[in-house]
């Protein structure tokens, strides 16, 4: 088994397949990488670009190449020596006619076999879903649209089987429907295959007596003769948008006989009866702690791992499943039960945000998470906590927005748990007051009470989700748990206290174990799942894909993982976590980019300088702002951008400003303005304020669109297009140091690195899709096969072959002593001088080979005044690196820069280590 040392994700769809993967290995082998870790492979819908879609989890998506192109592929990296991590969705599937188990459920309702498959609530206390699904699809109401004509009962001559064409959907109709069309065709064999297709409603063996009966009608097709007579049984049904009344009636009535409700799609959010991927309507949300559903949803998955062609898994979206501890231990020994032995232990990470003193539970038997702790510490490492305070002042004052972004996340929660989660909200809801009312204590309790409670409980909610089991919480829930309760006491009157004890009781506290078994213990059970179901999205629709985009202190933290609250860190709490996970989590994946970033890697590391220089860049926002006056708009008596809305793009514009930008090149000019166009759209429908997803506000849309091309484009804004170039110049270098920084941190620090498509060279990019466009690999492998010397490579810093040059260099030693990053101890090192808390150190050590690691922070300062990024040799003055005691005599050689070797010594002058490179790493044996 290839040992685990470095991951290139990739992201897979119809223009970067499996085949086009396979010819890049021999550039990945040379970079050093030891596994591709592929986004999802099974069959999504059609077309799509991310693979979490998944309509049918038994084979490789065709549309990738298929079975043919994944064996080539891992036929290429076994002959490399190189292995291959598998992304997989065991929460969701994507809802369409395509997946042939959501078919069978629309088709067959609670008898379908896949009718338990997925999380629906059958027994809806809503009489209009009593045993049926919403189907949200509908673009207005349910009766204009049968005025509209648009919904057509269609009938597939091949297959026998009618379905309703809406559009680009195709709803099945279940067959003992079909008696209701073929009544009518005037015909003797179409009659009584009406007639036995309506005895299937009460058959013992529906699906099969179906089958031979869509056979039997499309052999009648066959013939021809019934095509005029199929075709009138049809128009009766199908509605004349010139026409009311009979042909209305008669397509309402077949369609009330389905196991779904058509619906208006904006009925989703109050009204949907079955779980989704947050607040998609898209998606369905799969019940994976069933044991049918976990073999079924992961067959493919272990027969690729028995084959020995799969060496490690990505759970996505591990906290939206019922139970992950019990996933993930189950997934543990399967796996193991099936793979070669030589494949033990087989690497299986998590997708899980971890919030502020959270951790990853060791009995889940996971090897990690996917890394954006990792991509936390290192930013939080390179922000100055004094510029904190400033830019959060600056930010309230301009904007008006709150100082403090838990306010902001309050607001969002009780937005999202009343919006879009409302159903999710709701179904909650619901059970508590079932609960309340099964005892006698309790049963005055009114839901809207428990509402009240219950919506402060999440809104207040410090982590993502909880996972009390029948023991009840564990110490580290329950410390949580009350943070909530806290806050929710502080924000609701004192009468509804005594309700919060009580949802405290009956939502974890009061352990399962000691209510007997029955019907009241079950209820418990569900309501207990459903709300750790519902924390988990509320956190991420109202962090991430809201108070993000309302909050604008400083957008380099606001990312995935982050906590823009807590701004910065020291040199001592990096050190402090980088102990812990090389003792509890040493094969944790770590990553500073991902396919679900909010802004690159590079984008990130250069708008951190901002923390340095709060002053100046006050300073030059009101300039900015001053400038841009005639850009600006009056929308319905509101300024367009609002002033949080112009800031968040003069950051964006700051962050991501192409290095090889001319300002007179008109093209280029629009080509950026494009893609920040992309962006802002999306940060203001993802805000709220202003505009949104479900009812976008398009003349305060267009009014900012307007203004960032005149920002870009017209002449008289020339002056403010130079000041925001120049801008981003002066913060250019000390970013890209922070670059390179963060990037040898994540190839050294205790863990796997993981290295997102493409980000071997500068990474500038904004949020999905931007960051996920086309990567020019023919010029990543043209840089790595040519010979050039690290002085050129920091003279023509701005190619970002330098970075490349990092990554291949460092990847290169892990490969030559891959126990050294894996199993090695980390040793945090002392700092001396005038510099020292604008450095870095620490030794990795495995019997007795070293590895010492030298990086410079918050150096804005030190690098001011230069063209590229690295500190010159004078400006560290006495600063200098305390060695231990016992390795005062050991000799050092320079892994990056050219060769060269430093003496043992009680202090190594941080000036001298970093005199031919930006960042050091030195070996010693």
């Given at each position: 088994?290839?040992?685990?040392r470095?991951?290139?994700?990739?992201?897979?769809?119809?223009?970067?397949?499996?085949?086009?993967?396979?010819?890049?290995?021999d550039?990945?082998?040379?970079?050093?990488?030891?596994?591709?870790?592929?986004?999802?492979?099974l069959?999504?819908?059609?077309?799509?670009?991310?693979?979490?879609?998944?309509?049918?989890?038994?084979?490789?998506?065709?549309?990738?190449?298929?079975?043919?192109?994944?064996?080539?592929?891992?036929?290429?990296?076994?002959?490399?020596?190189?292995?291959?991590?598998?992304?997989?969705?065991?929460?969701?599937?994507?809802?369409?006619?395509?997946?042939?188990?959501?078919?069978?459920?629309?088709?067959?309702?609670?008898?379908?076999?896949?009718?338990?498959?997925?999380?629906?609530?059958?027994?809806?206390?809503?009489?209009?879903?009593?045993?049926?699904?919403?189907l949200?699809?509908?673009?207005?109401d349910?009766?204009?649209?049968?005025?509209?004509?648009?919904?057509?009962?269609?009938?597939?001559?091949?297959?026998?089987?009618f379905?309703?064409?809406?559009?680009d959907?195709?709803?099945?109709l279940?067959?003992?429907?079909?008696?209701?069309?073929?009544?009518?065709?005037?015909?003797?064999?179409?009659?009584?295959?009406?007639?036995?297709f309506?005895?299937?409603?009460?058959?013992?063996?529906?699906?099969?007596q179906?089958?031979?009966?869509?056979?039997?009608?499309?052999?009648?097709?066959?013939?021809?003769?019934?095509?005029d007579?199929?075709?009138?049984?049809?128009?009766?049904?199908?509605?004349?948008?010139q026409?009311?009344?009979?042909?209305?009636?008669?397509?309402?009535?077949?369609?009330?006989?389905?196991?779904?409700r058509?619906?208006?799609?904006?009925?989703?959010?109050?009204?949907?009866?079955?779980?989704?991927?947050f607040d998609?309507?898209?998606?369905?949300?799969?019940?994976?702690?069933?044991?049918?559903?976990?073999?079924a949803?992961?067959?493919?998955?272990?027969?690729?791992?028995?084959?020995?062609?799969?060496?490690?898994?990505?759970i996505?979206?591990?906290?939206?499943?019922?139970?992950?501890?019990?996933?993930?231990?189950?997934?543990?020994?399967?796996?193991?039960q099936?793979?070669?032995?030589?494949?033990?232990?087989?690497?299986?990470?998590?997708?899980?945000?971890?919030?502020a003193g959270?951790?990853?539970?060791?009995?889940?038997?996971?090897?990690?998470?996917?890394?954006?702790?990792?991509?936390n510490?290192?930013?939080?490492?390179?922000?100055?906590?004094?510029?904190?305070?400033?830019?959060?002042?600056?930010?309230?004052?301009?904007?008006?927005?709150?100082?403090?972004?838990?306010?902001?996340?309050e607001?969002?929660?009780?937005?999202?748990l009343?919006?879009?989660?409302?159903?999710?909200?709701?179904?909650?809801?619901d059970?508590?007051?079932?609960?309340?009312r099964?005892?006698?204590?309790?049963?005055?309790?009114?839901?809207?009470?428990?509402?009240?409670?219950?919506?402060?409980?999440?809104?207040?909610?410090?982590?993502?989700?909880?996972?009390?089991?029948?023991?009840?919480?564990?110490?580290?829930?329950?410390?949580v748990?009350?943070?909530?309760?806290?806050?929710?006491?502080?924000s609701?009157p004192?009468?509804d206290?005594?309700?919060?004890?009580?949802?405290?009781?009956?939502?974890?506290?009061?352990?399962?174990?000691?209510?007997?078994?029955?019907p009241?213990?079950?209820?418990?059970?569900?309501?207990?799942?459903?709300?750790h179901?519902?924390?988990?999205?509320a956190?991420?629709?109202?962090?991430e894909?809201?108070?993000f985009?309302?909050?604008?202190?400083?957008?380099?933290?606001?990312?995935?993982?982050?906590?823009?609250q807590?701004?910065?860190?020291?040199?001592?709490?990096?050190?402090?976590?980088?102990?812990?996970?090389?003792?509890?989590?040493?094969?944790?994946?770590?990553?500073?980019?991902?396919?679900?970033?909010?802004?690159?890697?590079?984008?990130?590391?250069?708008?951190?300088?901002?923390?340095?220089?709060?002053?100046?860049?006050?300073?030059?926002?009101?300039?900015w702002?001053?400038?841009?006056?005639?850009?600006?708009?009056?929308?319905?008596?509101?300024?367009?951008?609002?002033?949080?809305?112009?800031?968040?793009?003069?950051?964006?514009?700051?962050a991501?400003?192409?290095?090889?930008?001319?300002?007179?090149?008109?093209?280029?000019?629009?080509?950026?303005?494009?893609?920040?166009?992309?962006?802002?759209?999306?940060?203001l429908?993802?805000?709220?304020?202003?505009?949104?997803w479900?009812?976008?506000?398009?003349?305060?849309?267009?009014?900012?669109?307007?203004?960032?091309?005149?920002?870009?484009?017209?002449?008289?804004?020339?002056p403010?297009?130079?000041?925001?170039?120049?801008?981003?110049a002066?913060?250019?270098?000390?970013?890209?140091?922070?670059?390179?920084?963060?990037?040898?941190?994540?190839?050294?620090?205790p863990?796997?690195?993981d290295?997102?498509?493409?980000?071997?060279?500068?990474?500038?990019?904004?949020?999905?899709?931007d960051?996920?466009?086309?990567?020019?690999?023919?010029?990543?492998?043209?840089?790595?096969?040519?010979?050039?010397?690290?002085?050129?490579?920091l003279?023509?810093?701005?190619?970002g072959?330098i970075?490349?040059?990092?990554?291949?260099?460092?990847?290169?030693?892990?490969?030559?002593?891959?126990?050294?990053?894996?199993?090695?101890?980390?040793?945090?090192?002392?700092?001396e001088?005038?510099?020292?808390?604008?450095a870095?150190?620490?030794?990795?050590?495995y019997?007795?080979?070293?590895?010492?690691?030298?990086?410079?922070?918050?150096?804005?300062?030190?690098?001011?005044?230069?063209?590229?990024?690295?500190?010159?040799v004078?400006?560290?003055?006495?600063?200098?690196?305390?060695?231990?005691?016992?390795?005062?005599?050991?000799?050092?050689?320079?892994?990056?820069?050219?060769?060269?070797q430093?003496?043992g010594?009680?202090?190594?002058?941080?000036?001298?280590?970093?005199?031919?490179?930006?960042?050091?790493?030195?070996?010693?044996s």
């Open positions: 088994m290839t040992p685990l470095a991951t290139v994700r990739l992201q897979f769809h119809p223009e970067f397949t499996l085949d086009d993967a396979l010819l890049l290995l550039y990945f082998a040379d970079l050093g990488i030891s596994h591709v870790y592929a986004s999802p492979l069959t999504a819908k059609p077309g799509s670009t991310h693979g979490y879609d998944v309509i049918d989890p038994t084979q490789i998506d065709p549309e990738l190449g298929g079975e043919p192109a994944f064996d080539r592929l891992v036929s290429g990296l076994r002959a490399r020596n190189m292995g291959l991590i598998l992304d997989i969705v065991p929460n969701h599937m994507a809802v369409t006619h395509l997946n042939p188990w959501w078919r069978s459920v629309l088709e067959w309702g609670r008898v379908s076999p896949y009718a338990e498959f997925f999380d629906i609530q059958w027994d809806s206390p809503n009489p209009l879903l009593k045993g049926r699904v919403l949200p699809i509908l673009a207005t349910y009766a204009a649209e049968l005025d509209a004509g648009d919904l057509k009962v269609v009938l597939d001559k091949q297959a026998g089987q379905c309703l064409h809406y559009f959907h195709r709803v099945p279940t067959p003992p429907s079909y008696g209701n069309i073929l009544q009518h065709t005037q015909d003797a064999r179409l009659n009584d295959l009406g007639i036995r309506d005895a299937l409603e009460d058959a013992v063996d529906p699906f099969s179906a089958s031979a009966l869509c056979l039997e009608l499309a052999a009648l097709c066959q013939e021809g003769t019934t095509d007579l199929i075709h009138y049984a049809l128009a009766r049904l199908n509605p004349d948008p026409e009311v009344g009979e042909r209305h009636d008669r397509l309402h009535h077949l369609l009330e006989r389905q196991h779904y058509l619906a208006n799609w904006r009925t989703a959010n109050d009204e949907i009866n079955w779980r989704r991927f998609i309507n898209e998606l369905i949300s799969l019940r994976a702690e069933r044991g049918d559903v976990f073999e949803s992961h067959a493919k998955v272990f027969q690729l791992i028995s084959d020995g062609k799969v060496d490690g898994l990505r996505d979206h591990i906290d939206g499943l019922a139970n992950p501890r019990a996933y993930c231990r189950r997934l543990r020994r399967r796996v193991e099936i793979c070669a032995p030589d494949l033990i232990p087989f690497p299986i990470h998590v997708e899980k945000i971890l919030g959270e951790v990853l539970e060791p009995q889940w038997g996971a090897d990690g998470t996917t890394g954006y702790e990792f991509m510490q290192v930013s939080l490492l390179q922000h100055d906590p004094m510029g904190g305070h400033p830019l959060q002042t600056h930010w309230h004052r301009l904007t008006g927005r709150p100082a403090n972004f838990m306010r902001e996340v607001q969002a929660r009780r937005l999202v009343t919006h879009s989660l409302a159903s999710d909200f709701d179904s909650v809801s059970n508590l007051l079932q609960i309340s099964a005892d006698l204590a309790t049963r005055d309790i009114t839901l809207n009470a428990i509402r009240r409670g219950l919506l402060e409980l999440v809104a207040h909610f410090p982590v993502y989700r909880t996972y009390a089991a029948a023991a009840g919480r564990s110490q580290a829930d329950e410390a748990f009350q943070q909530a309760l806290q806050g929710a006491k502080n609701l004192e009468a206290s005594a309700l919060l004890e009580q949802l405290n009781a009956w939502l974890g506290a009061e352990p399962l174990a000691q209510l007997p078994p029955g009241y213990r079950s209820l418990r059970q569900r309501t207990l799942t459903r709300f179901q519902l924390t988990a999205p956190a991420a629709k109202a962090v894909d809201t108070a985009y309302r909050y604008g202190a400083l957008l380099s933290r606001n990312d995935v993982g982050f906590d823009p807590h701004f910065a860190s020291s040199i001592e709490a990096f050190h402090a976590f980088n102990v812990a996970r090389a003792i509890a989590c040493p094969n944790t994946l770590l990553a500073t980019a991902t396919h679900d970033h909010k802004r690159g890697e590079d984008t990130r590391a250069r708008l951190a300088v901002v923390s340095e220089r709060s002053a100046w860049y006050a300073e030059k926002t009101r300039q702002r001053n400038l841009a006056a005639p850009l600006r708009s009056q929308i319905a008596e509101e300024q367009a951008p609002s002033p949080a809305d112009e800031l968040m793009l003069f950051q964006s514009i700051l991501s400003w192409p290095l090889d930008l001319n300002l007179g090149d008109s093209a280029q000019r629009h080509d950026y303005a494009q893609r920040l166009q992309g962006w802002q759209e999306k940060a429908r993802e805000a709220k304020l202003h505009s949104g479900t009812a976008p506000n398009s003349a305060y849309e267009e009014a900012c669109q307007q203004y960032l091309h005149g920002l870009f484009e017209q002449p008289d804004a020339a403010l297009r130079a000041s925001l170039a120049k801008a981003a002066e913060l250019a270098p000390a970013g890209a140091l922070n670059s390179l920084a963060q990037c040898l941190l994540k190839l050294c620090c863990g796997v690195p290295i997102y498509q493409g980000t071997e060279f500068w990474d500038f990019s904004l949020v999905d899709p960051n996920r466009r086309p990567v020019d690999y023919a010029a990543r492998i043209g840089a790595l096969a040519e010979p050039v010397s690290e002085r050129e490579l003279i023509h810093w701005r190619d072959r970075k490349q040059y990092l990554i291949a260099r460092t990847l290169q030693q892990r490969k030559a002593d891959p126990q050294l990053f894996s199993s090695g101890s980390y040793l945090p090192l002392e700092m001088g005038a510099q020292k808390h604008q870095l150190a620490f030794l990795r050590e019997q007795g080979r070293l590895l010492l690691v030298l990086v410079p922070r918050l150096a804005s300062d030190l690098v001011a005044r230069q063209a590229f990024p690295q500190v010159a004078e400006r560290w003055g006495d600063t200098r690196i305390q060695m231990p005691g016992h390795l005062k005599d050991r000799t050092w050689t320079s892994v990056l820069g050219p060769t060269q430093h003496p010594q009680e202090t190594l002058a941080v000036g001298t280590l970093l005199a031919h490179f930006p960042v050091a790493l030195f070996t010693s």
